[in-house]
């Protein structure tokens, strides 16, 4: 009689915990000859791919984000973008030339001191100079503009960095960032001022 109080309670506390680990539920029932083909049947489906007896290939998409800072001058003349491996400066050609002209000022100079300096202790590799135009004018002569400014800032940053190689290349009005002309067809001088530029390109030293 007294061994048989401790095995009802050792069940008890056991059902209980099986219970909770959601493992206890309503009994089985003795499996049928046609329950156990239909359960082998399943198992064989899940693990293949349609039941057709091949595996299943689950495609992984991985997704790359690319963090961008972006420095932009109060009056927006200068506007510079990093990212981990490169950095772009963007000088508005209205602040570097005059109407129709690819001759830096004196007034320039301070701005391309800073541009130099940072090419000295920041610069990886050779620095592109390209120069654009707006869409005023042939498309001969807005290349022609675009790289006579271009070579201007070259020299004008050669000369403060001689220890790196430029490239300087011309692009007219071929590569906009903003509309030269406005929805209705006229003319967006705003649009076309953030055309007119000199874009400084460069890998960044790790």
Request: charged content about 30%; aromatic content about 2%.
């Amino acid at each position: 009689m007294s061994t048989r109080r401790p095995c009802r309670t050792t069940a008890a506390l056991a059902v209980m915990v099986l219970g909770t680990l959601g493992v206890v539920g309503s009994p089985a029932k003795p499996a049928t000859a046609h329950g156990r083909d239909r359960d082998r049947d399943r198992g064989q489906g899940q693990g293949q791919g349609q039941g057709n007896g091949e595996p299943r290939v689950v495609a992984i998409k991985r997704r790359t984000v690319v963090i961008v800072r972006r420095v932009e001058s109060i009056s927006g003349d200068v506007r510079t973008e990093e990212t981990p491996k490169q950095v772009q400066v963007t000088l508005a050609a209205d602040v570097l030339f005059a109407f129709d002209r690819a001759d830096l000022p004196p007034e320039t100079a301070a701005r391309i001191a800073e541009v130099a300096n940072e090419i000295e202790h920041r610069a990886k590799g050779p620095v592109a100079i390209v120069g654009h135009t707006d869409a005023k004018g042939s498309a001969a002569y807005n290349a022609d503009l675009s790289l006579r400014r271009a070579t201007a800032v070259r020299d004008a940053l050669a000369a403060k960095a001689p220890g790196h190689r430029f490239t300087v290349a011309g692009k007219g009005a071929t590569e906009p960032v903003a509309p030269n002309q406005k929805e209705d067809g006229s003319d967006d001088p705003a649009g076309r001022a953030r055309n007119r530029r000199v874009t400084i390109t460069y890998a960044r030293r790790a």
